[in-house]
């Protein structure tokens, strides 16, 4: 493990920092939900944390069972909805991930004709606007020119 893990943060989850650190070994390091790898760059090591897959406000258990590893952007797309399973958080999380992409595409419009040449679909902004607030909120939107 080359990183010092004192810099990730998990102050402000009920997660004592041996706890995470036991989950991210557990999952290798990597997101659950998009994959990212926490030991490829200090960048990524400091985006990853632990998620509670069935959140706290839904009265998940603070059980290993009920841990994994996970990004901060995907901790923050998941959000505190209500999932079944991590299936089914899994699936919402790269749905959104995906939605938000096309989002981020259509923003510049080199990006826009490229991903119009790829994929010859209408440009998704105006699905983006109507579809969530998680767009709204975040620094995606801070991108547009
Ligand atoms: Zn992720």
């Keep these: 493990m080359p990183l010092d893990l004192t810099t990730l943060s998990f102050l402000d989850r009920p997660v004592t920092k041996r706890e995470g650190i036991e989950i991210l070994k557990r999952d290798h390091y990597r997101c659950q939900y998009c994959g ?18 069935i959140p706290r406000a839904r009265k998940g258990k603070k059980d ?42 259509g923003t510049t419009p080199q990006r826009s004709a490229q991903s119009a040449k790829a994929e010859a679909e209408p440009t998704p902004k105006v699905q983006a606007e109507k579809s969530g607030s998680v767009i709204s909120s975040s620094p995606l939107s801070l991108r547009q020119r």
């Design 36 to 53: 990212l790898d926490g030991l490829a760059s200090f960048e990524n090591a400091l985006a990853m944390s632990v998620d509670f897959v």
């Design 64 to 105: 290993p069972s009920n841990l994994v590893a996970c990004c901060r952007p995907c901790n923050m797309i998941k959000g505190t909805r209500s999932y079944r399973s991590f299936d089914e958080a899994k699936e919402y999380v790269l749905k959104r991930r995906k939605e938000l992409r096309r989002a981020w595409e």
